[in-house]
T-cell receptor
């Protein structure tokens, strides 16, 4: 099973770039890596998804090294509203669709 | 319109009572999930379903049951609620193709308090 490991918490200041790394040593060949953002009392929201190398959208970038055993979510110039829990999700077997979240990373952005 | 709708949004009940949380989705997703969230513990998978006749246990299924009444509806039941089932419950859905890439659409959550 592609269990994921992330830091429990991170702190940053407004305007800084934040990088959150997730390790997934047992990722399967067909698995994508997906990141979600969750605000208190709300359901998680999709941020970005990737398979290899680099993916960028209007919100974040996702860096995946060649061995795909880790991935790094990069949030450029964070603001107070980026304070949230961030989850890295790797499906537990692409044909079975078991989607296990871990504890996520609590990002706190300070003024 | 929200993809995924949960009812009730909040519920307070007593120990031993039977509780049902309902989930419906409007986008024709075939895969549906129930998660439980406790402070500091992230999201834990309770049950998931790939179609109407398919039900699978997740990480923490003990004390819970589910029913997939139709493709669009997936309900979670607590046959005899206990206080440690007090939590925030989320339903999620995804299409068959999207499940392989992990993109889930979540409901707004149902907060359950068992006294």
């Amino acid at each position: 099973l592609a269990k994921t490991t992330q830091p429990i918490s991170m702190d940053s200041y407004e305007g800084q770039e934040v990088n959150i790394t997730c390790s997934h040593n047992n990722i399967a060949t067909n698995d994508y890596i997906t990141w979600y953002q969750q605000f208190p009392s709300q359901g998680p929201r999709f941020i970005i998804q990737g398979y290899k190398t680099k993916v960028t959208n209007e919100v974040a970038s996702l860096f995946i090294p060649a061995d795909r055993k880790s991935s790094t979510l990069s949030l450029p110039r964070v603001s107070l509203s980026d304070t949230a829990v961030y989850y890295c999700l790797v499906p537990q077997g692409s044909t079975l669709g078991r989607l296990y979240f871990g504890r996520g990373t609590q990002l706190t952005v300070w003024p | 319109d929200a993809d995924v709708t949960q009812t009730p949004r909040n519920r307070i009940t007593k120990t031993g009572k039977r509780i049902m949380l309902e989930c419906s989705q409007t986008k024709g997703h075939d895969r549906m999930y129930w998660y439980r969230q406790d402070p500091g513990l992230g999201l834990r998978l309770i049950y998931y379903s790939f179609d109407v006749k398919d039900i699978n246990k997740g990480e923490i299924s003990d004390g819970y049951s589910v029913s997939r009444q139709a493709q669009a509806k997936f309900s979670l039941s607590l046959e005899s609620a206990i206080p440690n089932q007090t939590a925030l419950y989320f339903c999620a859905a995804t299409g068959k193709g999207e499940a392989n890439t992990g993109e889930l659409f979540f409901g707004e959550g149902s907060r359950l308090t068992v006294l």
